[in-house]
């Protein structure tokens, strides 16, 4: 049985360690924020400007001016700081940023991601995507295992505009997780999902990987 969106949010959480500064993408990503492991204190950093982001809120407790680089409602902490969009891209470009989880359009088994564009249709920029991938130290991305046409979004080599490149260290999917210990390694499938048997995953992923 695939893994929810919220189950993947859960799986990426995982690899939070305590002490981290994280940085997640827009969409499945901002689930990992109400999967921080309990105890654990990581500080959720948003390239518009925050340092230090809490839980979404109860529609009771929104707060119109308080969003992240998604533009959704958050909620703020005691600890939390703001500044200016240079300083928080000062932060990521400085390698001080440990860690950032972003979902895909595609990722290809030399760890190039494309994640911003597709040619063709509207859209409103890059945001801070190549920042993140070329900056942080841990790149995690989550998305689907196959686009909403079936089409394998893990691949032998992205088709679409790359936001980097050789950078993903980890790939979590609905089926399967796969990581590589160094950008100079193939990735290796090291989880299956519930009932997902190895022979799915390899049926639909057209990537090189070690199994």
């Not at 981290?20 to 109400?34: C, E, F, K, R, S």
């Not at 400085?94 to 494309?114: K, P, Q, Y």
């Not at 190549?130 to 295992?145: Q, S, Y």
């Not at 089926?175 to 022979?199: G, N």
Request: aromatic residues 6%; proline residues 6%.
């Amino acid at each position: 049985m695939p893994w929810t969106r919220d189950q993947m949010a859960a799986r990426a959480a995982k690899e939070l360690r305590d002490g981290y500064y994280v940085n997640l993408g827009i969409g499945i990503p901002t689930l990992v924020a109400n999967n921080i492991p309990a105890g654990m204190e990581v500080t959720l950093q948003s390239e518009n400007g925050m340092l230090g982001i809490g839980p979404f809120p109860y529609p009771d407790e929104v707060d119109a001016d308080l969003i992240n680089a998604g533009k959704q409602t958050i909620s703020e902490l005691d600890s939390s700081s703001y500044f200016s969009s240079s300083d928080s891209f000062a932060m990521i470009r400085g390698g001080h940023i440990d860690l950032t989880v972003l979902g895909a359009m595609e990722v290809d088994e030399s760890g190039d991601i494309a994640n911003w564009m597709i040619p063709g249709k509207m859209i409103k920029g890059m945001g801070g995507a190549m920042d993140l991938v070329a900056g942080v130290k841990k790149i995690i991305v989550v998305m689907e295992h196959v686009s909403k046409n079936g089409d394998p979004k893990f691949i032998p080599t992205c088709t679409l505009p790359l936001t980097g490149k050789n950078v993903v260290d980890m790939i979590i999917t609905d089926l399967a997780v796969f990581q590589r210990p160094d950008h100079d390694s193939p990735f290796k499938l090291i989880e299956l999902a519930p009932e997902v048997t190895a022979a799915d995953v390899r049926g639909k992923t057209t990537a090189h990987y070690v199994e």
